[in-house]
């Protein structure tokens, strides 16, 4: 599917998105060439799964980008550029979530999200007394949940120690709940998922697979890291 304007560039973000109109009519949170590789592959790859786990994260799509749109701008270019894009459908009206909207939240939704993080290994959903980066975001006229960005995920660093510790949902007040999760309905959800993966990365880009940040390799990393979910040390750590 074909972008066909870009309408204006996002202000927060550190991968620099665009909101664009694609071919469909639809407006969409467009991630390019600002977001390496490797980061556009997990964006993918986690959003696909996520809504298979049974999360808010909007449709995505893989779009293209003409060269057209964005040859005659140097920003956009390097913004953007051609080609291959990421693309999670916009959701309009939204506001991000604070610790006062945190609370009035669905508490197994929350608990959901956690369990999600902690399986694709991303610790950038923080929300403290000294502020954060939720990634999520709520629809108050309807009372919709929105989960975003996950460019980060796969984390080989990851701190499980500083994931407990700063992750939204411990500071919503749910950790005791957390601490006692079980894992047999997640185990399910995360199997049932990953019967689609081999399937989502056969909708990559072969560009994006075959670039130099080595994105054949990135995929094999993040289908191990994955595959963890059936180790019993895996569950042992939440507790």
């Given at each position: 599917?074909?972008?066909?304007?870009?309408?204006?560039?996002?202000?927060?973000?550190?991968?620099?998105?665009?909101?664009?109109?694609?071919?469909?009519?639809?407006?969409?949170?467009v991630k390019g060439?600002?977001?390496?590789?490797?980061?556009?592959?997990?964006?993918?790859?986690?959003?696909?799964?996520?809504?298979?786990?049974?999360?808010?994260?909007?449709?995505?799509?893989?779009?293209?980008?003409?060269?057209?749109?964005?040859?005659?701008?140097?920003?956009?270019?390097?913004?953007?550029?051609?080609?291959?894009?990421?693309?999670?459908?916009?959701?309009?009206?939204?506001?991000?979530?604070?610790?006062?909207?945190?609370k009035h939240l669905?508490?197994?939704?929350?608990?959901?999200?956690?369990?999600?993080?902690?399986?694709?290994?991303?610790?950038?959903?923080?929300?403290?007394?000294?502020?954060?980066?939720?990634?999520?975001?709520?629809?108050?006229?309807?009372?919709?949940?929105?989960?975003?960005?996950?460019?980060?995920?796969?984390?080989?660093?990851?701190?499980?120690?500083?994931?407990?510790?700063?992750?939204?949902?411990?500071?919503?007040?749910?950790?005791?709940?957390?601490?006692?999760?079980?894992?047999?309905?997640?185990?399910?959800?995360?199997?049932?998922?990953?019967?689609?993966?081999?399937?989502?990365?056969?909708?990559?880009?072969?560009?994006?697979?075959?670039?130099?940040?080595?994105?054949?390799?990135?995929?094999?990393?993040?289908?191990?890291?994955?595959?963890?979910?059936?180790?019993?040390?895996?569950?042992?750590?939440?507790?």
């Open positions: 599917m074909d972008i066909v304007e870009i309408i204006q560039k996002f202000e927060q973000g550190a991968t620099k998105p665009y909101l664009c109109r694609a071919e469909n009519g639809e407006r969409y949170v060439r600002s977001a390496p590789v490797r980061e556009r592959i997990s964006e993918y790859v986690c959003a696909m799964l996520g809504r298979d786990f049974g999360l808010p994260i909007p449709e995505c799509e893989l779009v293209t980008i003409p060269e057209e749109l964005v040859e005659f701008s140097s920003e956009l270019m390097g913004g953007l550029g051609a080609g291959a894009a990421f693309a999670s459908k916009y959701v309009s009206e939204t506001q991000e979530v604070n610790r006062e909207v945190l669905p508490a197994q939704k929350l608990r959901e999200l956690w369990v999600f993080d902690y399986w694709i290994k991303n610790e950038d959903r923080t929300l403290t007394v000294k502020g954060g980066n939720p990634n999520l975001f709520y629809r108050p006229r309807d009372q919709r949940l929105v989960v975003v960005d996950h460019n980060l995920a796969f984390d080989v660093s990851f701190d499980i120690e500083s994931f407990r510790r700063l992750h939204l949902v411990v500071n919503a007040g749910l950790l005791p709940e957390l601490e006692g999760v079980g894992n047999e309905d997640y185990k399910q959800r995360m199997s049932q998922a990953m019967e689609n993966f081999d399937g989502y990365c056969d909708n990559l880009p072969p560009e994006w697979l075959d670039a130099d940040a080595n994105g054949r390799e990135w995929v094999a990393l993040i289908k191990r890291q994955l595959l963890e979910f059936k180790e019993d040390s895996f569950w042992e750590a939440l507790k």
